[in-house]
Nanobody
Framework: QAQLVESGGGLVQAGGSLRLSCAASRSIFSGNTMGWYRQAPGKQRDLIAT???????NYVDSVRGRFTISRDNAKSTVSLQMNSLKPEDTAVYYC????????WGKGTLVTVSS
């Protein structure tokens, strides 16, 4: 069975919003820092946001102020609220434990049109 399942992606116009969700197995979620990654076409996969087991979050400069990462420890889920989306945000989005992750899920595609 899948350890990481991402959902919530779709097509949205620039300036719009989306909320992504990641369902993780309890064994990799509990007590660990989780992160959201994204991979744009033809580029490497980058870590863009993290959240510790206690709820402390960090972001790369390109998404800070626009994206918000959160977690629900009871449900073993991690969310990413994305506002003021830009075409440069177009990518496949993945979640994983960090820094020591497990096998990647399928991700969820976010496409932002201009």
């Amino acid at each position: 069975q899948a350890q990481l399942v991402e959902s919530g992606g779709g097509l949205v116009q620039a300036g719009g919003s989306l909320r992504l969700s990641c369902a993780a197995s309890r064994s990799i979620f509990s007590g660990n820092t989780m992160g959201w990654y994204r991979q744009a076409p033809g580029k490497q996969r980058d870590l863009i946001a993290t959240i510790t087991s206690g709820g402390t979050s960090n972001y790369v400069d390109s998404v800070r102020g626009r994206f918000t990462i959160s977690r629900d420890n009871a449900k073993s889920t991690v969310s990413l609220q994305m506002n003021s989306l830009k075409p440069e945000d177009t990518a496949v989005y993945y979640c994983n434990r960090t820094p020591y992750g497990v096998s990647w899920g399928k991700g969820t595609l976010v496409t932002v049109s201009s």
